[in-house]
């Protein structure tokens, strides 16, 4: 039986990474795009052995030429995992026009084009699993973080509309919405924030990477086969 072929989006670090380090572990063959972490990319490279791949996601021709990069080294692809994303802080009054297409382009467009460029393989072989990360903001929607929210919202749209579209193909697309996970991009919350959402989450404390991993493991895998379009949180209870 031949390994299965993964590519992740936003694979040098937090979740992207721990994905990249789950899937390699159980024997998959693995790329990861990432954009500006050389030396975090390079370790995790030589850690796993799985193909890096340097690349500005935001910029939809760069996105598909290095998913097209991805599958080529592969020999194809069975899993797109997207979750490259940027966080964004502030009022909406105080966006700017750069800000809001930095976001917009990094955390959704980079999904919608980077999940075309899979199409073609994953149609010819009626099979193949996209796993969108979004957010629990995506959700509930978070004050300070409006555009953030609204591009966490447009994957889950995407990934339901997608859902239908491809079904008929025997792909399957599912979304995670990860909770406070203890990762750099919530590196600039205090001690005390990071306590006081730990308080406000039911299970008591901050997630970890590793468990939004093997949450994609899981929709991935066989055991997942009759599940599509879903949207699965894994929060600790924060959003019910």
Known sequence: MSKMKV????????IGAACVSAFANLGANVAFIYR???????????KT????????LSDALSATEAVIKAIRYLGGVDVLV???????????????TEEYYRVMDTNL?????AS???????????SGSIINISSMWGEAGSSCEVVYSASKAGMIGFTKALAKELGPSGIRVNCITPGVI????NSCLTKDVLDA????????????AEEIADSVLWLASDKASFITGQVIGVNGGMVI
């Open 116 to 126: 075309k460029a899979v199409l073609g393989e994953m149609i010819r072989n009626k």
């Open 7 to 14: 590519i992740i989006t936003g694979g040098s670090r937090g």
């Open 49 to 56: 052995g799985a193909y890096a791949i340097k690349a500005d």
């Open 82 to 96: 997207n979750n490259a994303g940027v966080s964004s802080f502030g009022l909406l009054s105080d966006l700017t």
């Open 197 to 208: 959402l730990a308080e406000e989450t039911p299970l008591g404390r901050i997630g970890k």
């Open 109 to 113: 467009t980079s999904a919608v084009f």
């Open 182 to 185: 203890d990762t750099e991009m």
């Open 36 to 46: 500006s972490s050389d030396d975090a990319a390079n370790s995790l490279a030589e």
